[in-house]
């Protein structure tokens, strides 16, 4: 069976509960929709224009 991005969100909701996060801390799916098979990941601590960059080269 392959994960959809959705299968991914819940499974980091449940290894790291956002109700934790501290209130400048961004959680959830920044970018992105959860209908989509997961086919890589590529983890960043914050997004930005340069993380987008990478991950569409990685495409």
């Known amino acids: 069976?392959?994960?959809?991005v959705n299968d991914?969100?819940?499974?980091?909701?449940e290894l790291m509960p956002s109700n934790l996060?501290?209130?400048w801390d961004?959680?959830?799916l920044m970018l992105g929709r959860k209908g989509k098979t997961v086919k890589k990941i590529?983890?960043?601590?914050?997004l930005t224009k340069e993380?987008?960059?990478q991950a569409i080269s990685q495409k």
């Open 51 to 53: 993380v987008v960059e």
């Open 1 to 4: 069976m392959l994960a959809t």
């Open 21 to 23: 996060a501290e209130d």
């Open 8 to 13: 991914l969100v819940a499974l980091l909701e």
């Open 26 to 28: 961004n959680v959830g």
């Open 42 to 46: 590529l983890l960043a601590l914050d």
